[in-house]
């Protein structure tokens, strides 16, 4: 068996990388001494993959929205019963999460992992689909989708995306609408699981103090050899470089008003390193604007304008990327009028070097930390697996970044004509 060793003495890590006959990648990061373990298994397949051409056909494939989380849901079910019954057999924490470009499928033990990852392993490749069965989930997602209708904190997210974005499916909710749910049905489940969740797309994670030859092992043995094939083509619209809109707003039962804001980013033509050098870009920026430490963030908390619900972060993915923050607020217009203020502030009389130096010290510090929990190796990892890199390449970037490109992607980013805002009121 052919197995890499990567060390990163600086940080006294190791990646070992093993390449299935199939296509399928699978990576391993020993944590010695650490009673917890981690696996994942996903595929690169979200919410936003509803159009696509699949390898070897010529026709374009469009499926209803919602259909990579309806069959997340839909796996967890086999013909000998659920699986995380299985799992909860096992004394196993099990999980799953669909995202905008990804599905994962997890669990965590502290013993019998091997008996785990088997479960892991077979249920993820033996979906067991009946109409009946998506009949009845039918129901059960389309109870989710109501209760997230109305999630004040999850509907401000996804207004801000809609004002973004005009075309883009990143602006439809996951679990998809009432009425694009009802159009699925077992064939169009079973094409997009075909598509999707051939091992050439997908990859595993185990983070823990395992052994590399016999976690790989176990691979080479469970894994279904499936032909390496081209490619799936992914398609999506044409997407306007302008705000879809600067404003939008709703009312729901909340006692104080939720906001958020943020930029649409412009990052066409921007994959692997150079996608991960724009995120510690824009983090590093957000941090210098508006984290703890900044006089704008003392400013809003000490005039009540935000309370410790306010926060931010960075989003880039394919074809789209954003930043947001927010949080409660009984004025999200005057904090609004606020923060625009401060960055066109910056725009005049540029940034502090010193300040840059500080938080870029201190953000890395914070990456660093997370070395420390095998839950968050292994989220990171796969969240930038599917875009070309691995987390340690993060570590370069750290080092590498300067004061001029901060100075770059602050002109860029920060672009005051690009700034949307959404707003849940009481009803």
């Not at 936003?48 to 069959?71: Q, S, Y």
């Not at 905008?100 to 033996?126: G, P, R």
């Not at 619900?309 to 009984?330: C, R, V």
């Amino acid at each position: 068996m052919d197995i890499k060793t990567v060390k990163y003495d600086k940080i006294g890590e190791t990646l070992y990388i093993y390449e299935h006959k199939s296509g399928l990648k699978a990576f391993l990061i020993p944590k010695k001494g650490y009673s917890k373990k981690y696996a994942t298994f996903a595929t690169h397949y979200g919410s936003i993959n509803n159009e696509f051409i699949v390898p070897g056909e010529d026709n374009v494939t469009r499926v209803p929205d919602g259909i990579a989380h309806f069959l997340e849901h839909k796996l967890f079910e086999q013909k000998d019963g659920s699986v995380m019954d299985k799992f909860s057999k096992l004394g196993s924490n099990p999980n799953a999460y669909t995202g905008f470009s990804q599905t994962v499928y997890l669990f965590s033990c502290t013993d019998k992992f091997s008996e785990n990852f088997q479960l892991l392993l077979d249920f993820v490749q033996n979906p067991y689909i009946t109409e009946e069965s998506v009949e009845k989930e039918k129901g059960i997602i389309g109870q989710e989708i109501r209760m997230y209708e109305d999630d004040p904190n999850w509907r401000s997210f996804f207004n801000l995306l809609g004002a973004f974005y005009k075309n883009h499916p990143v602006k439809i909710d996951i679990a998809g609408t009432i009425e694009s749910i009802s159009k699925i049905n077992r064939e169009i489940l079973y094409k997009c699981y075909n598509t999707f969740y051939h091992p050439s797309n997908m990859v595993i994670c185990v983070v823990g103090d395992l052994e590399p030859e016999s976690v790989f092992e176990q691979i080479e043995k469970n894994i279904k050899y499936a032909e390496p094939r081209e490619e799936i083509k992914r398609i999506f619209p044409e997407e306007i470089q302008s705000l879809n809109k600067d404003y939008v707003e709703q009312s729901l039962a909340v006692s104080t008003p939720l906001f958020q804001m943020g930029f649409k980013d412009d990052t066409k033509g921007l994959s692997g390193p150079e996608s991960l050098k724009r995120e510690v870009a824009v983090k590093i920026l957000l941090e210098m604007i508006m984290g703890k430490s900044s006089a704008l963030y003392n400013e809003l908390y000490s005039q009540g304008l935000i309370n410790n619900t306010f926060e931010f972060d960075y989003t880039i993915e394919e074809n789209y990327a954003f930043s947001m923050f927010g949080g409660e607020s009984p004025d999200p217009f005057r904090v609004k009028e606020i923060i625009s203020g401060k960055i066109e502030e910056f725009h005049k009389k540029g940034l502090d070097r010193e300040d840059y130096e500080r938080i870029r010290k201190a953000v890395k510090g914070r990456f660093l930390r997370r070395f420390n929990s095998v839950e968050n190796i292994s989220h990171l990892f796969i969240s930038v697996y599917f875009r070309g890199v691995n987390i340690f390449d993060y570590l370069d970037v750290y080092d590498k970044m300067n004061f001029e490109y901060i100075n770059e992607i602050f002109s860029k980013h920060f672009n005051l004509n690009n700034l949307a805002l959404s707003v849940v009121k009481p009803a």
